[in-house]
């Protein structure tokens, strides 16, 4: 009944959503902070006679505001339902079968997911001994095309910009560098004024993470207006409303209240700075992070140990199978005050 394809999917596997008891959820980098208040005004001034008509399929509204937000004209911007989605139209319009995909061994696990879907061959470039990705690496593997997250996923551990225009000069004009910058607002170098002089560098964002969007669904591509146009061939080849009308009038709300993101995401910032020093002074193994997250160990536990005994105390944390980290979690800024909870709670279980 099914085809032979379905058979052969391996799905991402995404943080717990579990409904047994109420969790303190710091294992899906969900920002703990409300959106901006404005949204709250344009949600309920929303004509609801809108919803009777198709949205703007190019979203040209949202795509102006966020194009201001990040300093780049509208042309340079395409805006779809969530990076997910948006980096299943980057695989398809820039990676093939023909040609192998390099990224490193540990980032965002959906690369090797829409790699098994698209039937694009991968190639893993290991990481270094302290985690970084090391850009002589990813530059001496003969590759078609090379995707990391920047800051990295799970390690948080970040490339300077220095390094990414090192990379971008060992590669050909023809072999895409994708950069996907989910977490760049939180200590990160956007790799933004390099795309004048690369046309080859594609930029991945998400609201999801920075701009507390997890729930609304908006991503965007950030790269050259022959970029943005194939990336938009191949969206209307696929479907022509990747967002509905309500996301484009919250977003663009959203993109025009910079300030108010910058505000929370301080505090996130001070948290992770404070939280890891905590760390530090508990004997855990903590990576320097410039993102919404921790990746951390204890000498002697595995991470899904460490995951089981934070569950038991409410709190869910994310570990992962891989030989490399399997004895690391990933632990997603909270709030202040929950992080202090669950500092207690490691003192209380590991000492
Ligand atoms: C969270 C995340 C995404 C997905 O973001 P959505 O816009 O919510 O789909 C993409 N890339 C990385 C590295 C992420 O951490």
Partial sequence: MYAKRVQELRPYAPGEQLRDREYVKLNANENPYPPSPRLKEILMNFDLEQLRLYPDPDASELRKAFANMVHVSSDMVYAGNGSD?????VFYAFFDSERTLLFPEHTYSFYPVYA???????????LEKDFSISVDRLSSEESGGIIFANPNAPTGMVMPLSEIQRLLEHCPEDKPVVVDEAYIDFGGESAIPLLSKFPNLIIVRTLSKSMCFAGARLGFVIAGPEQIRRITTVKNSFNHFPVDAIVQALGKAACEDVEYYQQINSRVIATREWLTEELRLLGWRTLPSKANFVFTSKEGISGEKIYRRIKENGFLVRYFEHPGIENFVRIT?????EMEQLICILKKEFS
Avoid at 85 to 89: A, G
Avoid at 116 to 126: E, F, L
Avoid at 333 to 337: A, P
């Fill in 333 to 337: 800024i909270g709030k202040q005050m």
């Fill in 116 to 126: 098994s879907y698209y039937g694009i061959p991968i190639r893993k470039v290991p």
């Fill in 85 to 89: 989605e948006i980096l299943s139209f």
